[in-house]
């Protein structure tokens, strides 16, 4: 169960009304965790991985392991049909690079990130934390923890 | 912009609570266009269809346009890998069938379907017409159409 932050548990009801429930909600308490692959990791075994981990969006990492790439489901299936050595193609070919990638951090808000999936038309953004030297990845925020963010909204003020 | 039902705008605020709002959201004020295709249609034909049209899952009629199948992103991932003759496997033979789909209707409201989609693990669900003869797909409900919506419900509320 994720931490229920930002009020007290009363009883019956929450101390806050949904508007504010809502406003504050954090990337860090809905995040899902990353699942990352090396850049010379080929389209063949980043497909593997990505069902192995259920997930519908991979993230690319140098060898610092910070982020150069993503790679969703509909990068994958565009590359699978008509390629027949999909195990000679590295991922950092077909990859989306900095600095195309939107990202978001632990605190902002979930509406930010609604926002972002919504206006950029993708499915999922990487957390990420500037380590000074680069990006480090540390969470995956998608339309499924949203969704989940939904419901949990409602069940929170038992509507 | 979609009709903005269940409440009348009274200069600067809504007169429902945030709750009300949430509660009274359906799939009919929500949905978007399904795209579907014949069940003897090629996984390859498939594919393309599903690019051209930029969706995630395709569904799948019989010669009546009743639903017969689905088909998602990752279930065409999965075939695509390691087959080279995508133009001959028929869709039929991949899809998941009626009784296993999972759908809503016009009715439903969008909490109903978010919890639909995240315990099934599914992205998409058909939104259905029970002609008596069969169900017609009159639409679709994604995780994406609920990030929308999550916005729209901080959005009239000038959250």
């Known amino acids: 169960a994720r931490p229920r932050v930002g009020y007290f548990y009363s009883g019956k009801k929450p101390v806050q009304s949904v508007a504010d429930s809502m406003i504050g909600m954090k990337v860090r308490d809905f995040q899902s965790i990353p699942v990352v692959v090396a850049e010379h990791v080929s389209v063949y075994d980043a497909i593997c991985h990505m069902f192995l981990e259920d997930v519908g969006t991979l993230f690319v990492v140098d060898e610092s392991l910070h982020l150069t790439g993503v790679l969703s489901r509909k990068d994958l299936l565009r590359t699978s049909i008509g390629n027949t050595d999909l195990d ?28 972002k999936l919504m206006n950029k038309q993708i499915d999922s953004l990487p957390v990420v934390h500037d380590s000074g030297n680069g990006l ?24």
């Open 88 to 115: 000679k193609i590295p991922v950092h070919v077909i990859m989306t690079r900095m600095p195309n990638i939107t990202y978001c951090e632990k605190q902002d808000t979930l509406l930010q990130v609604a926002k």
């Open 136 to 159: 480090e990845v540390v969470g995956r925020m998608t339309k499924t923890n949203i969704t989940a963010a939904f419901i949990s909204l409602a069940d929170d003020h038992e509507l």
